[in-house]
């Protein structure tokens, strides 16, 4: 049983393979990964425990664009004061030297920037960029945060603010980068305003108020950037708004509401914005929980889901079909055996037919939906008592 789920963390914690363009071809897959406790790699069919001491990671280590180095997360055993909660340091390991290097005491967020082995992160709110040497602050007050597809800038918010008078409105900014980062000598000069976004945000009879912003992802093309706007305190478990903007900012558009476990994914090539629609959590019941594909520029949706299911998970197979974790529809019962088991599906965009591929024997639900494309394969959770499953 133990072997089995390590086998499964290997590839839940694979990069999308956007990140891995410097993979071998014939199916030759670089793998980085924690297991108990230890950053591992899995290149060209080698295993190899690249740390040395066990620790705590929080997020899944991440390749560079070229895949000469992975950053990675971790919490140190010694904080840098004890008053301290939370503290993570922020290490980058280059796979040809072998050798691994502090980018920070205290940082979140790491992010490559797409097209060199530049480094963002965030200490606090504020936006650091390292060139792996030393860093340079970028700006402040950065939450969420994503680079630009041409790497020399990133898309951000403010988060709306309580006040007297009521809420203020999120605001999207663009966060422009010097050619030389020893240069940057303001905080605030390359910040340009992108958009105000409404303090609700409506789609049909629905109205969400709008607090926090998260979740940029350039679509194929580059030209739009899907966003996830959500309201204040609990309610993103339960009501969130998918949104688009044009990457100048000039179009904004809400596309429809998901709970906070849904996501939300381009299709490879084409601007498809992939999402479960539906807010409520799986607690009120496997209901209202549609598979949903929006079109861009033209903004048409197109529902996935025939009546009488509800989708747990999906992942993209290819700009045509993707793979979904579907459930009869059914009321929540706090009864393990009583809740319905999902089975994956093949949907093909177009097509009225779709295909039941996996049946997991009873009690057992197949859920987490990952293809690897540069593999031809597709992973996913069989779930009773933790057994992986692949399937090519």
Not at 196 to 206: A, H
Request: hydrophobic fraction near 35%; charged fraction near 25%.
């Amino acid at each position: 049983m133990k072997k089995q789920f390590c086998f499964l963390l290997i590839f839940l914690l694979l990069l999308p393979s956007g990140l891995v363009k410097a993979e071998p071809q014939n199916d030759k897959l670089k793998i980085a990964y924690v297991k108990d406790g230890f950053l591992w790699t899995k290149i060209n069919g080698k295993v190899e425990k690249i740390t040395q001491k066990a620790a705590t990671y929080n997020n899944p280590p991440q390749w560079s664009h070229d895949g000469k180095w992975i950053v990675y997360q971790v919490e140190p055993k010694e904080k840098l004061s004890p008053d301290m909660e939370y503290q993570t340091e922020i290490w980058v390991y280059n796979l040809e030297t072998k050798k691994h290097n502090r980018i920070t005491l205290d940082g979140t967020s790491p992010k490559w920037s797409p097209v060199e082995n530049i480094l963002a992160f965030k200490s606090g709110w504020v936006l650091n960029v390292s060139n792996l040497d030393h860093f340079n602050n970028i700006a402040l007050g950065v939450g969420d945060y994503s680079w630009y597809p041409d790497g020399r800038s990133f898309i951000t918010a403010s988060s709306a603010a309580m006040r007297p008078d009521g809420w203020t409105n999120p605001v999207l900014f663009q966060i422009g980068l010097e050619k030389n980062l020893e240069k940057t000598t303001s905080l605030t000069k390359n910040v340009k305003k992108l958009y105000t976004i409404p303090n609700e945000l409506k789609k049909g009879n629905l109205t969400v108020p709008a607090i926090n912003v998260s979740n940029y992802q350039f679509s194929p093309d580059g030209k739009w950037v899907s966003l996830v706007v959500s309201p204040p305190g609990s309610g993103p478990m339960d009501s969130n708004m998918v949104c688009v903007i044009s990457a100048d900012g000039q179009h904004f558009e809400t596309i429809d509401e998901i709970n906070g476990e849904s996501s939300v994914k381009w299709a490879f090539r084409q601007n498809r914005l992939g999402y479960i629609a539906g807010g409520g959590r799986i607690v009120l019941g496997f209901k209202n929980k549609d598979m949903k594909v929006t079109e861009l520029p033209a903004f048409t949706s197109m529902n996935l889901t025939p009546p009488k299911f509800a989708e747990l998970g999906f992942a993209w197979k290819d700009d045509h079909s993707l793979f979904v974790s579907r459930v009869k529809e059914s009321e929540w019962s706090n009864d393990a055996k009583q809740r319905p088991d999902p089975s994956l599906f093949l949907i093909k965009i177009g097509e009225q037919k779709q295909t039941q591929i996996t049946h997991p024997p009873k009690d057992y639900g197949d859920y987490q939906p990952i293809y690897l494309a540069s593999a031809n394969k597709l992973t996913w959770l069989r779930k009773k008592d933790l057994v992986a499953t692949q399937r090519d």
